[in-house]
């Protein structure tokens, strides 16, 4: 299978270098079938077609734009330090401090597929039980949240799993009061809104956030 994407990479993480053939908008995905592909029935497709795919009879997923900056969950460099086993963590790029934070960046700086396109592609392939070798900042774990999927990852350090557990249930937080969510319930909802309002004020300026927060300055 074939992920096209659309657009460009993000400047989030500082300046790079342009040099030929060194986009990456095209991703290869080994799919491993439960049985034989005879036996599985088509499954009709209404998103990220834009090369026209219909169903699951068509290979690629065009169209899927790159994760943007305001889905990227945040962590603070010493945090980020613990979580990478004690790694080097480099200084916050100098773009980045003036538009956001100097403290709080990204986990991995160039993820790229967005929640929604975890979400089409449990809904597409009827999945129910995920098991996730690289949990990264948490879109699939979101995604599963978000589609009442299992949901089981293989942390790097036990800090990376206590900040993925919190990203969880911030996440939850929003999905609790969502009419049509698996987690939606009208009394939690209300009791959310009443004692932590403002992480869903948080959540609702992250949704809101203007797209200029990506970096204007293109890889060179």
């Known amino acids: 299978m074939f992920v096209l ?3 460009r990479t993000s400047g989030r993480a500082g300046r790079c270098r342009k040099m030929v053939f060194s986009s990456k908008t095209v991703e290869t995905v080994t799919v491993l079938l439960p049985c034989q592909k005879t036996k599985l029935k088509l499954v009709k497709r209404d998103t990220y077609n834009l090369m026209e795919e219909g169903s699951t009879y068509d290979s690629t997923f065009s169209g899927v734009p790159f994760r943007p900056t305001k889905e990227l969950p945040l962590v603070e460099l010493t ?3 613990c979580v990478l086993g004690g790694a080097a ?3 916050t790029p100098e773009d980045w401090a003036d538009r956001k934070s100097t403290t ?5 700086w160039q993820e ?3 929640i ?3 979400r089409t592609l449990l809904r597409v392939f009827k999945i129910s039980k995920v098991f996730d070798t690289t949990p990264g900042s948490g879109a699939l774990m979101e995604a599963c949240l978000a ?4 949901y ?3 942390c790097l350090t036990a800090a990376h799993m206590t900040w993925l557990a919190n990203v969880a249930d911030r996440a939850a937080a929003g999905l609790i009061g969502e009419d049509g969510s698996p987690l939606y319930s009208k009394d939690l909802a209300l009791l959310l809104k009443s004692h932590y309002q403002t992480v869903l004020d948080a959540l609702a300026a992250g949704d809101a956030e203007d797209a200029s927060i990506e970096s204007d300055a293109e890889c060179e």
């Open 5 to 7: 994407c659309t657009g």
């Open 79 to 81: 945090d980020k330090a």
């Open 89 to 91: 963590v480099p200084d």
């Open 104 to 108: 709080a960046v990204p986990l991995f």
């Open 112 to 114: 790229s597929k967005p």
């Open 116 to 118: 929604a396109f975890w």
């Open 147 to 150: 589609e009442g999927c299992f």
């Open 152 to 154: 089981h990852g293989l």
